[in-house]
């Protein structure tokens, strides 16, 4: 018996019991579907992360109070209003830093914001003319913080589309409108374009307003919650990293980088830790899906070591026909390889679409790896090689007289 007239055969004994077969088939199809959609979650996140990230402004570098090593110098103990505008403007202006194109201090904090009836907590932005340019800032309607809003401490605010759906609702035009922060009363000059997000992340739930503005009128402080540059290239970010600690470690009157009050990151810094934290999410959300794939395989074991006891009768006459112990091997295994390989496909593709209305519902990106469902397949046939082999190991190995005798 050749091997076609075996996988034959084999077809017709798994379709005598449909719901038998098709059960030991689900294990698998939830096991396959299951990895390759949370695979694709996790996948799909890390890209939305990256994407948002990356769009806060291309060779960018933040300067942050505090003590935390990154970059080029390493951070020790320091206060959170070790910044100051001044600083900024040093950096900005000195003939030693030459790796650096443009400089934009910033305050932020989240605040209450009141207008009519309506009210919403957000984050205030302090910033300078050059915030747009960094940070890739488009306006869809009216106008950015001007220079001269800067210097007259001007009370004006750009608003993200957020902030506009929260507090006049969807497709309302506030400019010209007042809203208050702080007891201040602002008008709003511009709206920005959507960049998307969510929660604390989501950068259309902003309000810039002058950085002046923010610290004198609003929050009263005299320091910068942050400083952000933008290198000349993205071969220059380690270069440039190195001549603004320094510089800032000698306009600070320091001389030990341990003993930095101020910490230097850049984007591919955060990239780094994102994928990093994503892949060791994406990971354990697989692992925790492979859980069912195991249980899919002892099930099939179990419904393989059911059919032998079913069957023994029959194996024992084909036994006492003279089948060898290879064809009645290769048999149930080949059922079970059936089983495990038809929950693979049927897996997959329960997965892709379960991945792709996630990605509807979640408005993120659809993403499928060609790795995961080649993993897939590759999984489902070693479960029915691996689970089949002991029940037909099993069958073959029974004595054809004792097989025949069996009631």
Known sequence: MDLFELFIESLGTLTLNKTRTGLAILGIVIGIGSVIALVSLGQASQQAIESRIESLGSNLLTIQP????QGGVVGAAGGRTSLSLDDAKA???SPQITTIDKVSPEFSRRAQVTTGGSNTNTQIIGVTVVYSEVHKVNMSSGSFISQRDVDIMNKVAVVGPQVVSDLYGDGANPIGQNIRIEGQTLRIIGITEAKGGTGFQNQDDVIYVPLTTAQKQLFGVNYLGSIALEAKSAEVMSNAQNEVGYFLLNRHKLTDPTQADFSIFSQQDILNTVTSTTGTFTTLLAGIAAISLLVGGIGIMNIMLVTVTERTREIGLRKALGAKKKIITTQFL???????FTGGIVGVGLGVFASYVISRLTSSP???SLSSILLAFMVSAG??????????QKAAGLQPIEALRYE
């Not at 080949?334 to 495990?340: A, G, N």
């Open 366 to 368: 659809f993403v499928v």
């Open 383 to 392: 479960i029915g090689i691996v689970f089949g082999w002991y029940p037909a």
């Open 91 to 93: 950096i900005a202006s």
């Open 66 to 69: 505090g003590s935390i090593r």
């Open 334 to 340: 080949l059922e079970s390889i059936i089983l495990t």
